[in-house]
């Protein structure tokens, strides 16, 4: 059911950022089991660490209810992925992993948070006018190495966040049309 609307949501988001990139195939995607492959192929050829080990949450836990599933595309490869949830109990939508190929074009240095920001913020919005009250967005158990730049970032860290989880919380983020 969400990956109608996520698919609908990710292509409007690239249609507005692809003018930002010399290339102009920006691609963002529902991750179905194909593109998963795709990522399946990264990690097996170390362009992408994907270890639900470097967090304190398993990946069964960001499944919940309503998951979040986008992978980037950038001249016809995948760079990266952002993979969460929207929560109704925090009212937020939650980032749980999300990394960037190590051999990523040089064009998208320091763009992979903006983008997956852009993407769930307008998921968010999505999901505002169909009568989910979001205020925020949380990034789950953020790995030590990157807390310093989600906080140049805008982000507030909450250590206890929820069930002794902390997180990157980034408000005002996600206004409604």
């Given at each position: 059911m969400f990956q109608a609307f996520q698919t609908a949501v990710f292509k409007s988001v690239a249609?507005?950022?692809?003018?930002?990139?010399?290339?102009?195939?920006?691609g963002l995607v529902f991750a179905d089991e194909l593109v998963l492959k795709d990522m399946e192929f990264l990690k097996t050829h170390n362009k992408l660490r994907w270890d639900p080990g470097l967090k304190s949450r398993t990946f069964i836990d960001?499944?919940?209810?309503?998951?979040?599933?986008?992978?980037?595309?950038?001249?016809?490869?995948p760079i990266g992925f952002a993979f969460g949830c929207y929560s109704k109990e925090k009212q937020a939508v939650h980032i749980c992993w999300m990394e960037k190929r190590n051999d990523a074009h040089e064009d998208l240095d320091h763009q992979m948070l903006g983008i997956v920001l852009d993407c769930f913020a307008t998921y968010a919005q999505f999901l505002q006018r169909r009568g989910e009250t979001i205020?925020?967005?949380?990034?789950?158990?953020?790995?030590?190495?990157?807390?310093?730049?989600?906080?140049?970032?805008?982000?507030?860290?909450?250590?206890?966040y929820d069930h002794g989880g902390s997180a990157m919380i980034l408000k005002n983020r996600i206004q409604a049309d």
């Open positions: 249609e507005q950022l692809k003018e930002r990139f010399p290339h102009k195939s920006l960001m499944m919940e209810e309503h998951p979040i599933k986008l992978v980037v595309y950038y001249r016809g490869e205020g925020t967005i949380a990034l789950i158990s953020p790995v030590d190495g990157a807390m310093r730049y989600y906080t140049d970032s805008g982000f507030e860290y909450v250590a206890d």
